[in-house]
């Protein structure tokens, strides 16, 4: 649920922003050979054994296990090194010396295009070293195919884009906080949420294709599309075959998806071309039913007012907290006031301090979810697809042994960081969940 993720973790403005998570990892790396050596041991056939438990063969079980350590290591450095970054933009009180240069122009509008573009090309630049970390390691581990000319035209695609929705934020909050100074945080969420929404839309409509490759699923895999067709139907939900598409991942991963996006006339299905090479067509039906789960549970809407929820606390308590903060430290980052262009860091940084202790919360919410679209898909394939519950097995352990999922997982570290059941978890659930065996008919589908 990737939509309903980014929504939990705040405004456009902040994901545009704030620096992304660096990667840091351990001192011991596979050197590229061995990752070779261990991409060809992964490769499988369709045609897959019976699986009883999550299991990984030796190359690629270290391969998980010091990838889980890397992935460990980069929540909290990743975080740090972000604040960080916010903290010198106003030591150095290089935020007020961009705030200079954008009050040059008159226009209101005209400074908050200004201010933000600089500031969002700041905090790039400086997140650029990481990002680079981030992407050698998912070339060494083999996840990666993708050159440094197509990531680096990527990383600028992303950067502009993200130049649309920060301006479009940066306005609308100095506009009411001007307007209104003890009650902005209210008005810029109701402001933020609408367009959020439209931004969610507007994803697979317009930016999806600008990163990757998308034709007709039924050009490239008819069966599979009958085979979706029949889920659909049963799902009781609208997609017709021209609003399923394959993409074309295999490029820049190695990595395995299919899923559900868009609402209204932009939602769709999308295969990545990884996938349907790797998996077998009941296998890819049992993924896709999965993810049709989430609009048949309502989990859309759902999580869009628990992420509305979510949005709201961050606003008010950086609200309640930087009032103090510009009066203690604001004179030294040459920031005059909170209407000030040149506070934004602050804000930043409020917000990524109270979306990283509100993590837990959100990924266990997140969890919950994902678990009921499990057994949503294990419902709606019951039927179509010989022994549902085998087949979800085999394309959890196709899933996690192409994406190094973590075979031991502390519960600690679910709970910190997963906003997806462990891959052991689900694959036992998988197997365990029949209630046809005893006559019964599953909750959600009957």
Do not use: C
């Not at 979706?228 to 609208?238: N, T």
């Not at 997140?366 to 010989?386: I, K, W």
């Not at 192409?402 to 052991?424: C, Q």
């Amino acid at each position: 649920m990737k939509g309903l993720r980014r929504f939990l973790l705040g405004a456009a403005v902040w994901l545009a922003l704030v620096p992304k998570a660096p990667a840091i990892g351990p001192l011991q790396l596979p050197t590229a050979s061995e990752a070779a050596v261990a991409q060809s041991e992964a490769a499988r056939q369709k045609e897959v054994n019976k699986v009883t438990k999550y299991t990984l063969p030796p190359g690629r079980y270290k391969q998980a296990r010091d990838l889980a350590r890397i992935y460990s290591r980069m929540r909290f450095v990743g975080f740090f090194y972000g604040l960080a970054v916010l903290w010198l933009l106003l030591r150095w009180k290089i935020s007020a010396r961009l705030r200079n240069i954008a009050e040059r122009v008159r226009v209101r509008f005209g400074q908050a295009a200004i201010f933000a573009v600089l500031l969002s090309l700041t905090i790039g630049f400086l997140d650029l070293p990481l990002g680079m970390y981030q992407h050698w390691i998912s070339r060494q581990f083999g996840l990666s195919v993708q050159g440094w000319a197509s990531w680096f035209r990527d990383a600028a695609k992303g950067e502009l884009l993200g130049w649309i929705p920060a301006v479009l934020f940066v306005w609308i909050l100095y506009a009411v906080i001007r307007a209104s100074p003890r009650r902005w945080w209210f008005y810029f969420w109701l402001a933020s949420l609408p367009i959020l929404l439209l931004l969610v839309f507007l994803q697979p409509l317009v930016v999806d294709p600008l990163f990757h490759k998308f034709e007709p699923l039924a050009q490239k895999d008819p069966a599979l599309t009958e085979s979706l067709e029949r889920m659909v139907h049963r799902a009781g939900q609208s997609i017709p075959p021209e609003r399923m598409f394959w993409m074309g991942a295999s490029e820049k991963t190695t990595a395995l998806n299919a899923y559900v996006t868009g609402f209204g006339a932009s939602k769709r299905i999308v295969v990545w071309d990884t996938t349907i090479a790797k998996m077998t067509t009941p296998q890819i039906t049992y993924v896709a039913g999965h993810e049709m789960g989430h609009y048949v549970l309502q989990h859309i809407p759902k999580g869009l007012v628990l992420g509305a929820a979510f949005l709201l606390v961050p606003f008010y308590l950086g609200y309640r907290t930087v009032g103090w903060i510009l009066s203690r430290w604001g004179a030294n980052w040459g920031v005059r006031e909170l209407a000030d262009w040149a506070s934004l860091p602050v804000l930043l940084l409020l917000l990524s301090v109270f979306a990283f202790l509100a993590d837990p919360v959100v990924n266990g919410a997140s969890r919950y979810l994902e678990h009921q679209a499990d057994q949503y898909g294990l419902e709606v394939t019951h039927g179509l697809t010989p022994d549902s519950g085998q087949i979800a097995a085999q394309s959890f352990q196709v899933l996690g042994e192409t994406n190094l999922a973590d075979p031991e997982p502390s519960r600690l570290k679910v709970w910190l960081f997963y906003d997806h059941p462990a891959i052991p978890d689900r694959v036992r659930f998988a197997l365990s969940y029949d209630p046809w065996s005893k006559g019964e008919q599953g909750e959600f589908v009957k």
